[in-house]
C-alpha cells in the first residue's frame, strides 16, 4: 500500500516535471533547427559573402546574400520606435503610477491593455491607411511607406510593454524614499524625477529593453508599411526592409533547401539570438531590482 | 514660489497629455474601425466564401479557419501550460533545473513571431511532414502561447493560500491528493481566464501561421486538420497589400479587420468578465 | 500512566537557526499536555514535529528522536501519510475548505479511501456531533463552510480532524482567534476529548492552559524550561523563570 503509493505520487511528480522541460526541449529546438538550417548556408558560400551591403537573393547572373542592409533596415526602424515610444511611455508610466487617482488609473489601463492586444496585421493595416498618407503629407513624399512610418507604427506598439513595466518599478519605490525628500521640501514633481524615477531606473531600462525585444521581433506590421527595399537607408523617410519582413516576404516562395532558403534562416537565427540576448539581459536587471526590494 | 507652481503645473499637463494622447489614439482606432467596418457586415458576408479572388463575397472561410486553429492551439497548449504551471508552483524546488526550466519560458516570451514560423516550418511542416496545415499551425501558435498559458496558471495557483495545503496534508492526503482535491479546484477558473488572453493573441497572430498553415485563397471550408486554411489576420493581409486594387477591396478589408477586432476584444471581455465571477467566488 | 509521545534529545534547525535545543518529554496518553512561552520560542515548530509538517519548510534539519508508542517516526520508511492520519492538527487560524460543511469533513476520510455515501453521513454525524456542532448545523450540511462564524469554522476544522480518527490532536492556539463564548466552547470540547485522545495544545493564554491541561510545559528560547503537572506549573513552578513567566511579570 505504502509502496503503491509512493510511486503513484513519484509518477505524478515525473508527469508534471516531464511537461514543464518541454519548454527547455522547444526552445532548445528552435535554436538547433534554426541554426542548422542558417548556418548549413556556408558549405555553399563562404562566410565573407553576407557581410555585404546587397542583398538580392533571386538573380539570374549572381545572387547575393548580403545581410547588411536588413540589419540596418531593423536597426533604424527599431531606433526610431524606441526614440519615438520611451519619453511617451515612462511619461505614462509616471502619470498612472503617481499622479493618476484611483479611478482615473482604472479608466486609462483598459485603453493601453487594448493597445496591446491589437493584433500586428491591423496595426499594418492601419498605419497603411492612416499613419502612412499622413506621414507623405506632413513630409511631403512621394510615398508614405517608409522607414519612419514603420517606427512610429513599431513605436506605438512598444509602449503598453513599457508603460506596464515601468509602472511597476515607479510604484515598487519604498514610501520611504519619496517621505524622506518629501520631508526636506522637496515638491512632488522634484521628487518623482529627482528620486522615484531614479531608483526606479533598472526597472525602466529593463522595460525598455523588452519593448526592443518586442519591437525588432515584430513582423507584419514592418512589412505593411517601410515599403521593404532591401538597401541600406541614408534617412527615415527611406523605404527599409527589416530581417523579419526579409523572412516573411520570400520564404513562402523559396525551393526548399536552396541557397536562399538556409540565408533566410540564417537571418532567423541572427534574429533569434538578438531577441534572446536582449531579453536576457532585461530579465536579469529585472531580477536584481525585484531582489533587491 | 509662484513661477515655480506654474512650472510644476505645466509638467503635470505635459503627462497627463501625453496618457490622454494614448487614450485618444485607442479610442480612434476603434471608432475608425467600427464605423467603416459595420457597414461591410451583413449575414452574406459572414457566411459566404470569397469570390473573384477575394475582391467580393464573404470571409466564412477565414473566420472557420482561425475558429480551428484557436481551437486546436487551445487543446495542444492548455493541458501543455497548466501542467507546467502545477510542477513549478507546487513541486519545484529552487535549483539548476528549476531555473532553466524559467529561462526557457522567458526566453519563449520573447521569440519573435516570424522565428516561430520558421521553427514551424523546419519541425511541424517538414520533419514532422504535416504539410502546411491545421495542426502544423495550431502546433506553432501552442508554442507562442504557452509562455503566457503557464505565467497566467502559476499566478491562479499561487492564489490558493498555502494553509489550503497545509491543512490538505494534515489530514494525511498525499500531495497529489492535495493538489487535485483541494489546489485545482479553486485555481481552474483563474488558469482559464489567463489562458483565454493567451487564445486572444493566438487568433490575430500572422507570422506563425504564414509559412504553417494559411492559405491565400481557399473558397471551401478545411476537411481535416490536415488541410490548409485562410485565416482572418492573413486575409486581412492579403487584402491590404496583395491586390492590384487595394482601394477598391478598402471596405472589405475593414469588414474583415473589425471582424478580427470583434474577436479579439471579445475573447479579452469574456476573460475579464470570468475573472470578476472568480474573484466573487474566493474571496480568500 | 501510559507515554504516548516521547521525545529525545530533540534539536531543529531552520537554516543554521537552532529552534530547539535537546529536547526531552515523555507525553502521556489520554492526557491534555499545554505547551507555553513567549511568541518565537518554538512552541509550534515543536509541535509540528509530532506530525511531520515542518517536512514541508525547505531548508530545516531535525535531530534526535521523537517515538509515538515506541515507534521512531523520523525513522526512514516511515509512511508520513499515515502518522498525519494517526495525529490530526488543529491550526491557529480556522481554515475550512472553500466546499460544503458536509464535504469539509468527508474530505480526511474520502481521501483514505471512504466511498460509500451512508458511511461518510455516519462519520460526519459522529465526528461534528463530537465536535459540538452537530445541533448547529445538522439542517444545513450542504451550504458553504464559509458562511459559519469564526468559532463554528473552528469546531467545523476540529470534526474535520476528528473525522480521520487520530489518536493524536494537536492544537496550535486553536482559540487565539475567537470570541470568549466560542473559546469556552472549545474548552469544553477538549474536556469531552481527553478521555478519547491524547491531546497537545499551544496557547498564549495562562488561564486557558490551567484550565484545560493536566500537564503544561513551558518554553523559553527554543528550550524546555520546566514541565510538570499543571498545578505544579501554576502554583508551585520548581524555576525561578517558570514563576516569572506564569504570574505575568514577562512574556
Ligand atoms: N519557516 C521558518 N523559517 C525560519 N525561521 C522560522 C520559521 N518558522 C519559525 N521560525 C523561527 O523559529 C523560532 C520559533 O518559531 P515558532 O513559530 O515555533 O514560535 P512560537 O513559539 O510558535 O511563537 P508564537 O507564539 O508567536 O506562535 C522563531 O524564532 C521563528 O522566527
Ligand atoms: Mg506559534
Not at chain 1, 526579409?246 to 536562399?260: D, L, N, R
Not at chain 3, 526512514?76 to 480556522?94: A, E, P
Not at chain 3, 490551567?210 to 501554576?234: C, H, K, M, P
Amino acid at each position: 500500500m505504502l509502496n503503491f503509493r509512493g510511486c503513484k505520487e513519484k509518477g505524478v511528480k515525473t508527469v508534471f516535471l516531464i511537461t514543464a522541460s518541454m519548454s527547455i526541449l522547444v526552445v532548445a529546438m528552435i535554436f538547433l533547427f534554426l541554426g542548422k538550417e542558417g548556418l548549413s548556408i556556408f558549405k555553399e558560400v563562404p562566410l565573407s559573402s553576407v557581410w555585404v551591403d546587397k542583398w538580392y537573393p533571386v538573380s539570374f547572373r549572381k545572387p547575393q546574400f548580403g545581410i547588411i542592409p536588413l540589419l540596418a533596415g531593423s536597426l533604424l526602424v527599431t531606433a526610431i520606435a524606441i526614440i519615438f515610444a520611451v519619453p511617451l511611455a515612462v511619461g505614462t508610466a509616471i502619470y498612472i503610477a503617481e499622479i493618476a487617482k484611483p479611478m482615473e488609473r482604472e479608466f486609462l489601463k483598459p485603453f493601453i491593455e487594448v493597445l496591446a492586444g491589437i493584433p500586428s496585421v491591423v496595426n499594418g493595416f492601419l498605419g497603411m491607411v492612416i499613419l502612412s498618407p499622413l506621414v507623405k503629407k506632413v513630409f511631403s513624399l512621394s510615398t508614405g511607406l517608409n522607414a519612419l512610418t514603420g517606427g512610429l507604427m513599431l513605436g506605438i506598439m512598444a509602449v503598453p510593454t513599457i508603460i506596464s513595466i515601468s509602472e511597476d518599478a515607479i510604484r515598487n519605490v519604498p514610501q520611504s524614499y519619496k517621505q524622506a525628500s518629501l520631508a526636506l521640501g522637496a515638491s512632488f514633481l522634484q521628487t518623482t524625477f529627482k528620486v522615484t524615477v531614479p531608483a526606479a531606473l533598472s526597472g525602466i531600462i529593463a522595460s525598455v529593453m523588452l519593448g526592443i525585444g518586442r519591437v525588432i521581433g515584430e513582423t507584419m506590421t514592418v512589412m505593411m508599411v517601410t515599403g521593404n527595399a532591401a538597401i541600406i537607408p541614408h534617412s527615415a523617410f527611406d523605404s527599409v526592409r527589416t530581417m523579419t519582413a526579409t523572412i516573411a516576404a520570400e520564404m513562402g516562395e523559396v525551393p526548399f533547401g536552396s541557397t536562399h532558403y538556409h540565408a533566410l534562416f540564417l537571418v532567423g537565427f541572427i534574429l533569434l539570438s538578438i531577441t534572446f540576448l536582449i531579453n536576457y539581459i532585461a530579465q536579469k536587471v529585472l531580477h536584481k531590482y525585484r531582489l533587491g526590494e | 514660489m509662484p513661477k515655480k507652481r506654474t512650472n510644476e503645473k505645466i509638467v503635470y499637463w505635459i503627462l497627463r497629455g501625453i496618457s490622454y494622447f494614448f487614450v485618444l489614439i485607442v479610442a480612434y482606432i476603434l471608432f475608425d474601425i467600427f464605423i467603416k467596418g459595420i457597414g461591410v457586415i451583413s449575414w452574406d458576408f459572414l457566411t459566404q466564401a470569397p469570390k473573384k479572388g477575394g475582391t467580393a463575397g464573404g470571409i466564412l472561410p477565414a473566420i472557420v479557419g482561425t475558429l480551428y486553429l484557436v481551437l486546436m492551439t487551445i487543446i495542444i497548449s492548455l493541458p501543455l501550460g497548466m501542467s507546467s504551471a502545477v510542477y513549478l508552483t507546487e513541486y519545484a524546488t529552487q535549483g539548476w533545473l528549476t531555473r532553466l526550466i524559467r529561462l526557457a519560458i522567458s526566453t519563449l516570451a520573447g521569440v519573435p513571431s516570424i522565428v516561430f514560423g520558421l521553427f514551424g516550418l523546419s519541425l511541424f511542416v517538414i520533419f514532422f511532414g504535416f504539410g502546411a496545415s491545421i495542426l502544423a499551425g495550431s502546433f506553432t501558435l501552442a508554442l507562442l502561447v504557452l509562455p503566457i498559458i503557464i505565467v497566467a496558471s502559476e499566478e491562479a495557483l499561487r492564489s490558493v493560500p498555502p494553509y489550503m495545503r497545509e491543512a490538505s496534508l494534515a489530514l494525511g492526503a498525499t500531495k497529489w491528493q492535495t493538489i487535485y482535491k483541494n489546489v485545482l479546484p479553486y485555481s481552474l477558473g483563474g488558469m482559464m481566464t489567463g489562458s483565454i488572453l493567451g487564445i486572444g493573441r493566438a487568433a490575430g497572430e500572422t507570422a506563425p501561421i504564414l509559412l504553417t498553415a494559411a492559405a491565400f485563397f481557399l473558397p471551401r471550408l478545411p476537411d481535416s486538420i490536415f488541410d490548409q486554411v485562410m485565416a482572418l489576420p492573413y486575409h486581412l493581409y492579403i487584402l491590404a497589400t496583395q491586390h492590384p486594387e487595394v482601394d477598391k477591396v478598402r471596405p472589405l478589408q475593414y469588414g474583415t479587420t473589425l471582424v478580427l477586432m470583434a474577436l479579439v476584444i471579445g475573447l479579452n471581455l469574456a476573460a475579464i468578465i470570468l475573472r470578476m465571477r472568480i474573484r466573487k467566488k474566493y474571496q480568500w | 500512566m501510559a507515554t504516548k509521545i516521547s521525545v529525545k534529545n530533540l534539536k531543529f534547525f531552520y537554516g543554521e537557526k537552532l529552534a530547539l535545543a535537546d529536547i526531552d518529554m515523555e507525553i502521556p496518553a489520554n492526557m491534555v499536555t499545554a505547551l507555553i512561552g513567549p511568541s518565537g520560542c518554538g512552541k509550534s515548530t515543536y509541535l509540528r514535529t509530532f506530525n511531520r509538517m515542518n517536512d514541508l519548510i525547505a531548508n530545516t534539519r531535525l535531530d534526535g528522536k521523537v517515538l509515538i508508542d515506541g515507534h521512531d517516526i523520523y525513522s526512514n520508511g516511515v509512511d508520513v501519510v499515515g502518522l498525519r492520519k494517526k495525529v490530526g492538527m488543529v491550526f491557529q487560524k480556522s481554515n475550512p475548505f472553500p466546499k460544503s460543511i458536509f464535504e469539509n469533513v468527508a474530505y480526511g476520510p474520502r481521501i483514505h479511501g471512504i466511498k460509500n455515501r451512508h458511511q461518510l453521513q455516519e462519520i460526519v454525524e459522529k465526528s461534528l456531533t463530537k465536535s459540538a456542532l452537530w445541533d448547529e448545523v445538522k439542517d444545513r450540511l450542504d451550504e458553504n463552510a464559509l458562511s459559519l462564524s469564526g468559532g463554528q469554522q473552528q469546531r467545523l476544522c476540529i470534526a474535520r480532524t476528528l473525522a480521520i480518527e487520530p489518536e493524536i490532536v494537536l492544537m496550535d492556539e486553536p482559540a487565539s482567534a475567537l470570541d470568549p463564548i466560542s473559546t469556552s466552547k472549545i474548552e469544553e470540547l477538549i474536556h469531552e476529548l481527553r478521555d478519547n485522545y491524547t491531546i497537545i495544545i499551544v496557547t498564549h493564554n495562562m488561564q486557558q492552559a490551567a484550565r484545560v491541561s493536566d500537564f503544561t510545559a513551558f518554553f523559553y528560547e527554543g528550550q524546555l524550561v520546566e514541565f510538570s503537572a499543571t498545578e505544579v506549573i501554576f502554583y508551585k513552578p520548581a524555576k525561578k523563570k517558570t514563576e516569572d513567566y506564569v504570574t505575568g511579570r514577562f512574556g
